[in-house]
């Protein structure tokens, strides 16, 4: 089983600052792309950042110059840097990760979503 765990949404004013961190735990051989999605209710889930396992890192439009992508590789982990945050930052933010389990093929894993929220 593979489990990708994220922490640190919540509740920040505008023009504040959160960082989301998100652990990917279980029989994991490899992990390849990690990135970090949002979704608002009544709407598709959209791509905020990606980075590659050599460091590579892509970026929606939306987000550029205010979230930084990082990851650690040693630890399984991917982080989001989101700054100056906006009210239509507001979503829950999802992990997701392409992982090799050991003795097993690539797949796509998602963690459980957490909820970031900004407000006046």
């Known amino acids: 089983q593979v489990q990708l765990v994220e922490s640190g949404g919540g509740l920040v004013q505008i023009g504040g600052s959160l960082r989301l961190s998100c652990v990917a735990s279980g029989s994991i051989f490899s992990i390849y792309t990690m990135g970090w999605y949002r979704q608002v209710s009544g709407k598709q889930r959209e791509l905020v950042a990606a980075i590659t396992s050599g460091g590579s890192t892509n970026y929606a439009d939306s987000v550029k110059g205010r979230f930084t992508i990082s990851r650690d590789n040693a630890k399984n982990s991917v982080f989001l840097q989101m700054n100056s945050l906006k009210p239509e930052d507001t979503a829950v933010y999802y992990c997701?990760?392409?992982?090799?389990?050991?003795?097993?093929?690539?797949?796509?894993?998602w963690g459980q979503g957490t909820q970031v929220t900004v407000s006046s």
């Open positions: 997701n990760a392409d992982i090799r389990r050991v003795w097993g093929q690539v797949n796509d894993y």
